[in-house]
């Protein structure tokens, strides 16, 4: 499957929200050269609640911080989109390295991602970020995991994970297969498989559906679930 299409035939469908225009028009050049079909570019979170009703969309590209007060709008607008129970993929974007902001992001439910604005500038990451929440995966910005690790890693909560556990951990969090943690931890499939069921276990993570599963898993090692 290309990089920006759908689990069908078509394109993906995607939204995006900024109100920054030259940023909402390179986004808009970047997914369209990766093969994503942009069908709305706006500049208030309120669009957005608009544009997910009226139309049928896989995706929005969502800054955090919009008009009126330049604060939440975009988590606000995920969280509002998520109590509705849509399932619509979000990836918010944002200048800084924020825990919090991600911590409420993740916590939203699964198809959401949290990218730095920086991140933009690599477009191949940037229409693989919003594939995977359009497909119901979690993407978190590096710099935001390794945030997070180091917040957590001086607590009792994760003491009982081991090093290469909390590595392979972080690149849940960051939306990796495990093909791709395989490939970036130099490890075999089979023992990035048996890794992730000792985190489960140790995690207190129940079986369900795996994708949910992962997420549950980094709330868990977050402090954020149960």
């Excluded at 008009?67 to 800084?96: C, F, K, N």
């Excluded at 297969?177 to 140790?202: D, Q, Y």
Aim: proline letters at 2%.
């Amino acid at each position: 499957m290309a990089a920006g299409e759908s689990s069908g035939s078509r394109p993906l469908r995607v939204a995006i929200a900024d109100d920054a225009v030259l940023l909402r028009e390179g986004i808009g050049q970047i997914l369209r050269a990766g093969g994503v079909d942009v069908v709305a570019s706006v500049d208030t979170a309120e669009e957005v609640l608009d544009v997910v009703a009226g139309d049928a969309i896989d995706a929005i590209v969502l800054d955090i911080k919009m008009p009126p007060t330049h604060t939440d709008e975009g988590l606000r607008a995920l969280e509002t989109l998520r109590a509705d129970g849509s399932t619509v993929g979000v990836l918010l974007l944002s200048m800084y390295t924020t825990a919090a902001y991600a911590i409420r992001a993740m916590t939203a439910g699964s198809g959401t991602g949290y990218l730095l604005k920086e991140r933009v500038a690599d477009g191949e990451s940037l229409v693989n970020a919003v594939r995977t929440v359009a497909a119901g995966g979690s993407v978190v910005d590096p710099e935001v995991v390794q945030l997070l690790v180091s917040a957590r890693s001086s607590e009792r909560t994760v003491e009982t994970l081991s090093t290469r556990e909390l590595d392979v951990l972080s690149r849940m969090a960051e939306g990796k297969s495990n093909a791709g943690i395989a490939a970036e931890l130099h490890l075999s499939l089979r023992t990035v498989e048996s890794h992730i069921g000792h985190i489960m276990a140790k995690l207190g993570v129940e079986d369900s559906a795996e994708g949910h599963r992962r997420v549950l898993a980094v709330l868990r090692f977050l402090g954020k679930d149960g």
